[in-house]
């Protein structure tokens, strides 16, 4: 038995094992709208043997959109296109969450295989971008400062938004607060100079994520889990630290956050030690102050290293990105070279013998180490 093989239950909703999609953009929607793309992209991985799946970034309004081809749950339409997916996914055994986003001063960007790059003018489909201060990213447009009327619309948004992922058929909520969008930026001192409530100390900074906790708690079932994604550090001198996210994950677990997912980066340009396991230190260190599960993130493309992740107590749960687009049956492959037979996957049971062979209704039969399971 292994530890990435191995139920893991938060409030009412047991996944059946901890190696999970990693959120990607598929860069593939109009008007936020999922599309078959979606379909494909979610329902391979759904049958590869994934726990969870979590959707890519998905805007709460259209102004939140990373790029004018992100996915949104804005509006009625979006939502019934989301149901399609989430049936898809449930009818394979598993379960599916959706990234609730607002890309702040990093939203209105040209994909990343589009030329030109950075900011989508007005004129190309793109719109003002709005942050917590007037200063911009690297490169992209400047944003418009929020006004404090503003900001306390943000957590209505995404309340909104939980409240569609209801009627979407999702089984958890993961907010957004990493990667340098909104709710990063104002967590940053890189990038949130107010100096009202918002802004300046710790406490003012992480303000406005904790009031979207709250809000999306109240808005979501009891029963189903919330995530947070957090970029643990800035990777750069006078940014966010991993002992400044570990407070704001011990705050966030007072709010009604099951789990964080520990991520680092994406609010400067950094210079980032990468490689494989590089954010696990990170999530142990989260996962021991702030005393709540935590999922690790990045380069943990080696099954064996995705288990000693979770064995040694770093992480709760691993989520893998870039490998399963290179191969969505990564769960799958990884369960075989762990020498787990299909424990922990969503796997029917044998209903029947046929020719002193069992057969199994609702998924492909599996057969490891000479035993059907
Ligand atoms: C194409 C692509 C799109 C991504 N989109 C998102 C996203 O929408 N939300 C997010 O939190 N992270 C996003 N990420 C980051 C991944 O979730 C993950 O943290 C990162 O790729 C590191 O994991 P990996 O080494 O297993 O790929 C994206 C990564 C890729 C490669």
């Not at 409030?11 to 094992?17: H, L």
């Not at 009891?222 to 002992?243: I, N, Q």
């Given at each position: 038995?292994?530890?990435?093989?191995?139920?893991?239950?938060?409030?009412?909703?047991?996944?059946?094992?901890?190696?999970?999609?990693?959120?990607?953009?598929?860069?593939?929607?109009?008007?936020?709208?999922?599309?078959?793309?979606?379909?494909?992209?979610?329902?391979?991985?759904?049958?590869?043997?994934?726990?969870?799946?979590?959707?890519?970034?998905?805007?709460v309004?259209?102004?939140?959109?990373?790029?004018?081809?992100?996915?949104?749950?804005?509006?009625?339409?979006?939502?019934?296109?989301?149901?399609?997916?989430?049936?898809?996914?449930?009818?394979?055994?598993?379960?599916?969450?959706?990234q609730l986003a607002?890309?702040?001063?990093?939203?209105?960007?040209?994909?990343?295989?589009?030329?030109?790059?950075?900011?989508?003018?007005?004129?190309?489909?793109?719109?003002?971008?709005?942050?917590?201060?007037?200063?911009?990213?690297?490169?992209?447009?400047?944003?418009?400062?929020?006004?404090?009327?503003?900001?306390?619309?943000?957590?209505?948004?995404f309340?909104?938004a939980?409240?569609?992922?209801?009627?979407?058929?999702?089984?958890?909520v993961?907010v957004?607060?990493?990667?340098?969008?909104?709710?990063?930026?104002?967590?940053?001192?890189?990038?949130?100079?107010?100096?009202?409530?918002?802004?300046?100390?710790?406490?003012?900074?992480?303000?406005?994520?904790?009031?979207?906790?709250?809000?999306?708690?109240?808005?979501?079932?009891?029963?189903?889990?919330?995530?947070?994604?957090?970029?643990?550090?800035?990777?750069?001198?006078?940014?966010?630290?991993?002992?400044?996210?570990?407070?704001?994950?011990?705050?966030?677990?007072?709010?009604?956050?099951?789990?964080?997912?520990?991520?680092?980066?994406?609010?400067?340009?950094?210079?980032?030690?990468?490689?494989?396991?590089?954010?696990?230190?990170?999530?142990?260190?989260?996962?021991?102050?702030?005393?709540?599960?935590?999922?690790?993130?990045?380069?943990?493309?080696?099954?064996?290293?995705?288990?000693?992740?979770?064995?040694?107590?770093?992480?709760?749960?691993?989520?893998?990105?870039?490998?399963?687009?290179?191969?969505?049956?990564?769960?799958?492959?990884?369960?075989?070279?762990?020498?787990?037979?299909?424990?922990?996957?969503?796997?029917?049971?044998?209903?029947?013998?046929?020719?002193?062979?069992?057969?199994?209704?609702?998924?492909?039969?599996?057969?490891?180490?000479?035993?059907?399971?």
């Open positions: 038995m292994t530890t990435l093989f191995s139920p893991l239950t938060l409030r009412g909703t047991t996944f059946a094992n901890r190696a999970w999609l990693a959120p990607m953009c598929q860069y593939s929607a109009t008007d936020g709208v999922p599309s078959d793309w979606h379909l494909v992209h979610l329902g391979a991985r759904a049958s590869g043997g994934f726990g969870l799946l979590l959707t890519e970034a998905t805007a309004v259209p102004e939140g959109r990373i790029s004018p081809q992100d996915t949104g749950i804005w509006n009625e339409e979006q939502v019934v296109a989301w149901r399609r997916v989430t049936d898809f996914v449930h009818a394979r055994g598993t379960r599916i969450g959706i607002h890309a702040g001063r990093k939203a209105s960007t040209y994909r990343p295989f589009s030329s030109p790059q950075g900011s989508v003018p007005v004129a190309d489909g793109g719109w003002e971008t709005v942050g917590p201060s007037p200063s911009s990213f690297p490169g992209y447009a400047a944003p418009q400062a929020l006004t404090d009327a503003e900001i306390e619309d943000v957590p209505r948004q309340a909104a939980a409240k569609r992922a209801v009627d979407a058929g999702f089984d958890v993961e957004h607060a990493a990667h340098g969008y909104l709710l990063h930026q104002f967590l940053s001192p890189l990038s949130n100079q107010r100096d009202d409530e918002y802004g300046g100390s710790l406490e003012n900074r992480m303000r406005l994520l904790v009031d979207v906790t709250d809000a999306v708690r109240a808005a979501w079932p009891d029963e189903r889990p919330l995530l947070v994604r957090v970029s643990a550090t800035d990777w750069v001198e006078g940014g966010l630290t991993v002992e400044d996210v570990a407070v704001v994950a011990k705050e966030l677990a007072g709010h009604g956050v099951d789990l964080v997912d520990v991520s680092t980066g994406g609010n400067a340009h950094a210079d980032i030690p990468v490689g494989p396991g590089y954010q696990v230190p990170a999530a142990r260190t989260i996962r021991a102050t702030a005393g709540l599960p935590v999922a690790a993130v990045g380069l943990l493309d080696d099954p064996r290293l995705a288990e000693a992740t979770l064995a040694d107590g770093s992480a709760d749960a691993v989520l893998v990105g870039r490998a399963a687009l290179r191969d969505p049956h990564w769960a799958l492959r990884a369960a075989h070279e762990l020498g787990v037979a299909t424990s922990g996957l969503p796997v029917a049971e044998p209903t029947a013998d046929v020719d002193g062979l069992p057969t199994v209704t609702g998924w492909q039969p599996q057969y490891e180490r000479g035993t059907w399971r």
